[in-house]
């Protein structure tokens, strides 16, 4: 096994800020992934869905762009990354001291150790509870007023630790926002997430 090559489907690197949720504006290394099911109309990486398009990466490569990127933080996402097992990458990954934030959509299995997650369930779709517990963070995408009742729907799942965003989606932000500055009015706990990396035209 210590010879083996293991490998990922990978879209790409790059080195941006974080544009959304918690972490909002921290400089990170981002490694995009592959492949996901849960084919959401307003995602805007549908690129990554398809991962057969995708060269399998070495590990070992990621992390030495990882490491040449010079930044203590990495942001893993897709697609849906856990489509993958990232236990290799995680660990080597950590071994080097990088800090590891996941981006998921909670429809699969957790697989790898992270110091951050962040959960977007999408409505209609499977959630597996282990991200009731272990989630730092709860992301909803808002597309109509029906994804506030979702939202309230999630909270009461999550654990009361968990931080809680409401995100408008981009086409519709206009029209969503100031459904979601009343919601959150009434709901403190709640707070906005933007895609400010879309305002500021970087990755």
């Known amino acids: 096994m210590e010879n083996e090559v293991y490998t990922l489907p990978l879209v790409e690197t790059f080195v941006s800020l974080q544009g959304e949720g918690y972490h909002t504006g921290k400089a990170a290394f981002f490694i995009r992934l592959a492949g996901c099911d849960v084919a959401c109309r307003f995602c805007d990486t549908q690129e990554s869905w398809n991962a057969k398009l995708y060269p399998q990466v070495p590990i070992s490569e990621i992390v030495k762009q ?24 995680t660990q080597k990954l950590h071994e080097y001291g990088f800090t590891i934030y996941l981006e998921t959509s ?18 209609g779709h499977f959630i597996y509870p282990e991200f009731f517990q272990k989630a730092n963070e709860l992301k909803i995408i808002v597309t109509e007023d029906k994804d506030l009742d979702y939202a309230l729907e999630m909270q009461k799942k999550f654990h009361p630790g968990c931080h809680l965003f409401l995100q408008p989606e981009w086409s519709k932000r206009s029209a969503v926002l100031p459904m979601i500055v009343n919601f959150i009015l009434s709901h403190p706990e709640w707070r906005l997430s933007l895609q400010t990396h879309k305002y500021i035209n970087i990755p």
């Open 66 to 89: 990882a490491l040449e990127a010079k930044l203590k933080d990495v942001i893993i996402t897709g697609g849906e990354p856990l489509k993958w097992d990232l236990a290799p990458l």
């Open 106 to 123: 909670g429809t699969e299995q957790l697989k790898g150790e992270y110091n951050w997650i962040c959960c977007s369930p999408k409505l």
